[in-house]
């Protein structure tokens, strides 16, 4: 994410810039260590801690949060109410891939409905629709007070080209495959969950398979100083009488 903040001139490599990178998984802070190099003005810190944790002991302190790959995960609106304290008052979020209910496989096979259901099954929590993130995301930013900015989606395509499949979408492919075997072998029992995974398998040899996996990214501000939460109502009033 540090090495397209730069690529796409998001933050100019020439200003003097402070960035910490975050993760409660030691291993992946330890991993990301290893950054290349950045431009001279720009410093980076590491930490190990949890979007609570920082939200905790940082209220207040960032100018720019992202949440890259992370609310789908959380519960959300607890996860969105750190995200915004993290910020200054107008500070800037952008919460990238969040996913959106939608695992398309093609071509189709007859299963495909009963485990894609049971697949997203999986990803709810009790009373959180977990798998239904990204569009409950914009909810949940309008009712904490957040001003939405950009929304689009961020949807994952895999499909053979010239060559077949790269060696990453090799990997996303057989994780995404074992993903619903533990999700859903259960519950559609294991023999037709082999037969299924037998055909996805072997169109995957013949390069004929395509995952559309949808998700989005939102970015916006948090509330402006002494602003209040509004009701979306007197919002749409208020916006129809600028
Ligand atoms: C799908 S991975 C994305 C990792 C990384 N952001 C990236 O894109 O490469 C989700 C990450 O969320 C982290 N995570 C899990 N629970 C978290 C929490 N409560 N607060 C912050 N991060 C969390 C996991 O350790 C994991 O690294």
């Known amino acids: 994410m540090v090495e397209r903040l730069l690529r796409w001139r998001l933050l100019s490599p020439k200003r003097s810039v402070r960035l910490l990178a975050v993760d409660p998984d030691a291993n992946l802070v330890a991993a990301t260590r290893q950054l290349r190099t950045l431009p001279p003005r720009w410093r ?3 930490d190990v801690a949890s979007l609570a944790e920082l939200a905790e002991r940082a209220s207040g302190q960032f100018d720019f949060v992202i949440a890259h790959h992370l609310l ?8 969105v109410a750190d995200l915004l304290r993290l910020l200054r008052p107008g500070g800037v979020f ?4 969040n996913f959106d209910g ?3 496989w093609f071509p189709p096979l007859a299963l495909d409905r009963t485990i894609g259901a049971a697949y997203h099954a999986s990803m709810d929590q009790a009373g959180e629709q977990r798998s239904q993130t990204g569009r409950r995301l914009l909810a949940a930013l309008r009712a904490a007070g957040a001003q939405l900015g950009a929304i ?7 499909a053979a080209r010239e060559g077949g499949y790269t060696a990453d979408e090799l990997v996303v492919l057989e994780t995404m495959l074992e993903f619903h075997r533990q999700a859903t072998a259960a519950v559609v029992g294991p023999t037709a969950f082999e037969r299924w995974l ?5 169109q995957i040899a013949a390069g004929e398979l395509v995952l559309i996996v949808h998700q ?7 509330p402006a100083s002494g602003s209040t939460v509004q009701p979306v109502g007197a919002r749409r009033a208020w916006s129809r009488a600028r």
């Open 216 to 222: 989005l990214d939102v970015a916006g501000r948090a």
């Open 72 to 79: 789908d995960l959380l519960p959300l609106s607890s996860a």
């Open 102 to 104: 939608l695992t398309e």
């Open 152 to 158: 689009g989606s961020s949807d994952w395509v895999i």
């Open 94 to 97: 952008w919460a990238t891939l």
């Open 198 to 202: 037998l055909a996805r398998q072997r």
């Open 44 to 46: 980076i810190e590491f």
